[in-house]
């Protein structure tokens, strides 16, 4: 289909390793953003994309977060020396808009569930 | 400060009757407002957006949510609940400088 793509799906690590996220987003789509998703709460805002400038990245949570989206397409979220309480689901979501929070839906993808042993 | 506040962490009724999911929030500026519908391990589906227009709002699957201004709310409903609806449902508040997701209500759809 032409959804966003999320991959892994799930992702196992041990802590310390460090991982990486990948987003497909909707072809043609200006916006793409990053959400953590905690067990039982609803999605908290990472960063945000315009095309390939990250114009705000005050949502995560420390240095050892990283986002790129060197083309203005797909987008990688890596973390860097994992701990425990980074498991939770990252979702992806675009949109056509080009304003930051404008009032068009976001599309999310399915999420990548990171379990952090 | 913007804020969302779902009053309901989980709602249970019965196949056929009303729903309503309750929603509150608050902002210093004219914000947009979601709903949105998740499914166990999927992402979240758009159900529907108010962005000051027409005050009721017609979404997907039977859904309604109406804009009132004046008690900063914005409560989903749909007439004749089916089991299909039993999922988590997210009120999403966004305006110029921030997007704020409440923590979700869970709808339970007895048979």
């Known amino acids: 289909g032409a959804g966003v793509s999320q991959s892994p799906r799930y992702k196992v690590a041990k802590r310390g390793q460090d991982v990486a996220l990948r987003c497909d987003p909707i072809?043609?789509?200006?916006?793409l953003f990053w959400y953590q998703q905690a067990l039982g709460q609803g999605p908290e805002f990472l960063t945000y994309?315009?095309?390939?400038?990250?114009?705000?990245k005050s949502g995560l949570p420390s240095d050892r977060f990283f986002a790129e989206r060197p083309e203005g397409s797909v987008s990688t979220l890596k973390i860097q020396r994992t701990q425990q309480e980074d498991s939770a689901v990252y979702l992806c979501?675009?949109?056509?808009?080009?304003?930051?929070?404008?009032?068009?839906?976001?599309?999310f993808g399915d999420g990548t569930r990171l379990s952090i042993l | 400060a913007q804020s969302v506040t779902q009053l309901d962490s989980h709602v249970s009724v019965s196949e056929g009757t009303p729903v309503l999911l309750r929603c509150n929030y608050s902002?210093?500026?004219?914000?947009?407002l979601f709903w949105y519908v998740q499914h166990p391990n999927k992402g979240l589906q758009l159900l529907l957006k108010?962005?000051?227009?027409?005050?009721l709002v017609k979404g997907i699957n039977g859904f309604e949510a109406e804009f009132k201004k004046s008690e900063t709310s914005f409560h989903l409903t749909k007439p004749s609940a089916h089991m299909s609806d039993a999922a988590e449902y997210f009120c999403?508040?966004?305006?110029?400088?921030?997007?704020?997701f409440g923590k979700g209500t869970r709808l339970h759809i007895l048979p």
């Open positions: 979501a675009s949109s056509l808009a080009g304003a930051v929070y404008s009032n068009q839906p976001q599309h």
């Open positions: 072809s043609g789509h200006v916006s």
């Open positions: 994309f315009q095309n390939e400038a990250q114009l705000d």
């Open positions: 902002s210093s500026y004219s914000p947009s």
């Open positions: 108010y962005t000051s227009a027409a005050t």
């Open positions: 999403v508040v966004s305006d110029r400088y921030k997007i704020i």
